[in-house]
């Protein structure tokens, strides 16, 4: 029998526990599998595997290489061909721990030979702009997985955001409509179910029923693009059956299917699908394109300004001195970080072309200059009170002048070579 498995992950911990109570509630015979990696500073990872009754089992796994985020990975295979092989689990829940991110843990489960059906990151939308604003250490919080751990509370919630095809929204009654405008700016394509908290009654009548074991949170279908209508949770192969809520928005949406393939190339710098042109309840997402490079020098003296200007930016840019590099841009709470994604297709030979994923040659081709091939400027700023104008004046100013411009590719790569400390070159 194939089990089903749904990867729930965020840093709101509220929300995240409310949507497992969720699926608990709609899908008897369900379990889910919890790493708590707070207990890493002791030597182990404590794994608990619960029920809607409460926990069944509980055990522990060592670090490995004092690394809590491997011995997660390590463990959770083989506990969960465990369950596949029991035969009675219906549905496996991976609740990860705060600051774990699904991206990693979906493509170890589907190496392992398991079934990911659905990836989820739990939200509350009140705390989005406080966590894009954090540019605190994990390990100031407690929150890091490993002692090398060297991420920030902003860029770990930025990509467990983006990565999850499905978002699961709690209700919060100090959420207003620009929080979740904001929401649904950063990442318009996710499939957003509405999450209502325990002990309150669902807004609209037949979504979902309240576990009163459990205290179970309700769920409606809060817009937004969807993976596609998986049909009754009961179709799902091996998976729930008819007892499951079929009217469950969550459920429904957490057995429509993940590829981890196709989630991985819509985060790749080369051909991620990144948000468009939006304003909404003062919240703004502002697109930003150009075939001209930039001078080194002068977007280097910007980064400060144009990292603060929003509270999420993301996208990908080309440098003159650099012609051939493809240079990933990502920035949140305050922070940018600047890396290489590999070489332009421009720069390659054709033979090269047949080597590379479909999906990577057709955003290419998509994004085709007659002149410069698919090098671009492309980059998206995401911010409540975003200001467009100074944005695009002090953006426009960092591109080579047009006399840069005409004296060609063999004096840009003559400038001087800002971004090499940066880039670690």
């Given at each position: 029998?194939?089990?089903?498995?749904?990867?729930?992950?965020?840093l709101?911990?509220?929300?995240?526990?409310?949507?497992?109570?969720?699926?608990?509630?709609?899908?008897?015979?369900?379990?889910?599998?919890?790493?708590d990696?707070?207990?890493?500073?002791?030597?182990?990872?404590?794994?608990t595997?619960?029920?809607?009754?409460?926990?069944?089992?509980?055990?522990?796994?060592?670090?490995?290489?004092?690394?809590?985020?491997?011995a997660?990975?390590?463990d959770?295979?083989?506990?969960?061909?465990?369950?596949?092989?029991?035969?009675?689990?219906?549905l496996?829940?991976?609740?990860?721990w705060?600051?774990?991110?699904?991206?990693?843990?979906?493509?170890?489960?589907?190496?392992?030979?398991?079934?990911?059906?659905?990836?989820?990151?739990?939200?509350?939308?009140?705390?989005?702009?406080?966590?894009?604003?954090?540019?605190?250490?994990?390990?100031e919080c407690?929150?890091a997985?490993?002692?090398?751990?060297?991420?920030t509370?902003?860029?770990?919630?930025?990509?467990?955001?983006?990565?999850?095809?499905?978002?699961?929204?709690?209700?919060?009654?100090?959420?207003?409509?620009?929080?979740?405008?904001?929401?649904?700016?950063?990442?318009?394509?996710?499939?957003?179910?509405?999450?209502?908290?325990?002990?309150?009654?669902?807004?609209?009548?037949?979504?979902?029923?309240?576990?009163?074991?459990?205290?179970a949170a309700?769920?409606?279908?809060?817009?937004?693009?969807?993976?596609?209508?998986?049909?009754?949770?009961?179709?799902?192969?091996?998976?729930?059956?008819?007892?499951?809520?079929?009217?469950?928005p969550?459920?429904?949406?957490?057995?429509a299917?993940?590829?981890?393939?196709?989630?991985?190339?819509a985060?790749?710098?080369?051909?991620?699908?990144?948000?468009?042109?939006?304003d909404?309840?003062?919240?703004?997402?502002?697109?930003?394109?150009?075939?001209?490079?930039?001078?080194?020098?002068r977007l280097?003296?910007a980064?400060?300004?144009?990292?603060?200007?929003?509270?999420?930016?993301?996208?990908?840019?080309?440098?003159?001195?650099?012609?051939?590099?493809?240079?990933h841009?990502?920035?949140?709470?305050?922070?940018?970080?600047?890396?290489?994604?590999?070489?332009?297709?421009?720069?390659?030979?054709?033979?090269?072309?047949?080597?590379?994923?479909?999906?990577?040659?057709?955003a290419?081709?998509?994004?085709w200059?007659?002149?410069?091939?698919?090098?671009?400027?492309?980059?998206?700023?995401t911010?409540?009170?975003?200001?467009?104008?100074?944005?695009?004046?002090?953006?426009?100013s960092?591109?080579?002048?047009?006399?840069?411009?005409?004296?060609g590719?063999?004096?840009w790569k003559?400038?001087?070579?800002?971004f090499?400390?940066?880039?670690?070159?």
């Amino acid at each position: 029998m194939t089990l089903p498995v749904v990867i729930v992950g965020g840093l709101h911990a509220d929300a995240r526990r409310a949507t497992v109570a969720r699926l608990l509630a709609d899908v008897p015979g369900s379990v889910v599998l919890h790493h708590d990696l707070s207990t890493a500073a002791a030597g182990t990872v404590v794994r608990t595997v619960a029920d809607a009754g409460g926990i069944l089992s509980a055990g522990e796994a060592p670090l490995v290489d004092d690394c809590a985020c491997c011995a997660l990975r390590e463990d959770l295979v083989p506990e969960l061909r465990r369950l596949a092989d029991d035969g009675t689990t219906r549905l496996a829940v991976v609740e990860l721990w705060d600051s774990v991110e699904p991206k990693a843990m979906a493509e170890v489960v589907v190496a392992g030979g398991l079934t990911v059906t659905g990836v989820v990151t739990a939200v509350d939308p009140a705390l989005v702009l406080p966590c894009l604003g954090n540019g605190d250490d994990l390990a100031e919080c407690g929150l890091a997985a490993a002692a090398t751990d060297a991420r920030t509370v902003a860029d770990t919630f930025a990509r467990q955001l983006e990565y999850a095809p499905v978002l699961a929204v709690v209700d919060s009654d100090e959420a207003d409509e620009q929080d979740r405008e904001l929401l649904a700016q950063l990442h318009p394509t996710a499939h957003r179910v509405r999450i209502t908290p325990v002990g309150h009654p669902p807004s609209a009548p037949g979504h979902g029923k309240a576990g009163a074991a459990t205290g179970a949170a309700t769920g409606e279908a809060a817009g937004a693009g969807r993976a596609g209508d998986p049909g009754r949770p009961g179709a799902h192969p091996g998976g729930p059956d008819d007892r499951a809520d079929a009217r469950s928005p969550l459920v429904r949406a957490v057995l429509a299917g993940f590829d981890a393939g196709s989630a991985a190339a819509a985060q790749h710098p080369a051909c991620a699908r990144l948000p468009a042109q939006a304003d909404a309840h003062g919240v703004s997402t502002f697109v930003w394109r150009r075939r001209r490079p930039f001078h080194p020098e002068r977007l280097y003296a910007a980064l400060e300004d144009l990292t603060c200007a929003a509270a999420r930016s993301r996208g990908r840019f080309w440098l003159a001195d650099k012609p051939d590099v493809l240079l990933h841009w990502d920035a949140a709470g305050g922070a940018l970080c600047v890396e290489s994604a590999g070489p332009w297709l421009a720069s390659l030979p054709d033979a090269a072309w047949d080597l590379l994923p479909a999906v990577r040659r057709a955003a290419a081709a998509l994004d085709w200059h007659p002149e410069h091939g698919d090098r671009c400027q492309h980059l998206v700023f995401t911010s409540p009170g975003l200001d467009h104008d100074g944005l695009a004046r002090l953006l426009e100013s960092c591109l080579l002048t047009d006399a840069e411009y005409a004296a060609g590719r063999a004096a840009w790569k003559r400038l001087p070579p800002a971004f090499d400390t940066l880039l670690e070159v």
